[in-house]
């Protein structure tokens, strides 16, 4: 008999209403789209309870590894933002606790204060068995190359825990350049059609081009969104290994230190390629819910996992069964058993 696709969701949000009042208090205007209000949609990114295994049931999927939505606590400052992801991660694990069968967690991170960014890694992974972290790029305008996170990022290193990155919106000056003057489309094609996986794969680029993964080579990432875009050029800019004096082939980087998850896309197109360039075996599984839950605006296709398409993108996939399973969460399985 073969054995049982069982499938880990590693990208499935959550909005805690204690972050959101400490948006709000740092001027986020509310807005449904963040949690706030009675919608559909911000009922479903704040349940912790039975609406939200419904709907894991209808997707198909088996566990959901609960993360922040954007972008965490790292538009909080530094005074306020480790007090803040303390509370969330005590809220998290308490989550988990109540349904450890269901659901994992990733740490949220005060990258504002990088001290107290290593430290609360720590205590959330040590303490309160989270495994690993979500990160968002930029803090401000620090971007995730600056060394000021060398010690955060040794000590994921040192944990054996991974650390799965999630775009944010671009910066004011870079919405103005590229997004004005194309009415509301403007700002989602800034947003979650297009700048986010720019924002966050040209931060991904600068970690490898400025020595993180030379400084830090036992570094693993989970890169969502079939890897924010730059996979898909990298027989290109692979030049630039030898241009940056890097230590290892560019395509290396993403072989060796990435695990890519495809965020709720359902794109065979784009499945097929990931496979092709980094190999099933660095592919593990998400569905950005509820981002990508019940969302077929003029029935397009390809960005909604509800109706059981969370499960059947994967189990109709052309790979084989054992791939499957390896993508479903064994690959997710042995990350987590680097874990030291």
């Known amino acids: 008999m073969s054995q049982k696709i069982t499938i880990v969701g590693l990208e ?55 993360s922040l939505n954007s972008p965490g606590v790292q538009n909080l400052s530094a005074a306020d933002a480790p007090v803040v992801a303390r509370d969330a991660n005590d809220h998290l694990a308490a989550i988990v606790a109540e349904r450890p069968d269901r659901f994992q967690a990733w740490a949220t991170i005060p990258t504002a204060d990088p001290t107290a960014a290593a430290t609360e890694l720590e ?48 910066t004011p000056g870079v919405i103005d350049s590229y997004y004005s003057g194309l009415g509301p489309a403007g700002m989602g094609l800034a947003t979650a059609g297009l700048g986010w996986y ?9 970690m490898i081009f400025s020595g993180v ?14 890897g924010e875009l730059v996979m898909f050029y990298l027989d290109h800019t692979g030049i630039m290994a030898h241009n940056a004096d890097l230590e290892r082939p560019l395509l ?5 230190n990435f695990w890519i998850a495809g965020s709720g896309t359902v794109s065979e197109r784009y499945l097929r390629w990931t496979a092709e360039v980094v190999g099933t075996e660095r592919m593990v599984y998400s569905t950005d819910y509820p981002y990508t839950f019940g969302t077929r605006p003029g029935g397009f ?32 399985e042995a990350l987590r058993a680097r874990r030291r």
């Open 123 to 170: 205590r959330a992974v040590t303490r309160l068995g989270m495994v690993g972290a979500m990160l968002y790029g930029r803090t401000g305008d620090v971007l995730a190359d600056s060394p000021a996170y060398d010690e955060l990022y040794a000590k994921a290193v040192e944990l054996g825990v991974p650390l799965h990155f999630h775009p944010q919106v671009p």
């Open 252 to 256: 290396d980087y993403w072989t060796q």
């Open 12 to 66: 499935e949000h959550i909005a805690l209403p204690l972050v959101l009042d400490a948006w709000e208090r740092s001027g986020v205007q509310p807005n449904p789209h963040g949690g706030w209000g009675d919608a559909p949609f911000a009922r479903r990114l704040r349940s912790t309870g039975e609406e939200r295994l419904a709907d894991m049931d209808d997707q198909g999927i088996d566990m959901a590894v609960l």
């Open 301 to 332: 296709p390809f960005l909604d996992t509800s109706a059981g398409v969370g499960r059947s993108f994967l189990e109709d996939s052309p790979f084989t069964h054992e791939q499957k399973v390896a993508i479903g969460s064994g690959n997710w």
């Open 198 to 206: 720019y924002d966050l794969g040209i931060q991904y680029m600068r």
């Open 213 to 226: 993964f030379d400084r830090h080579p036992d570094l693993q990432v989970v890169a969502g969104h079939w």
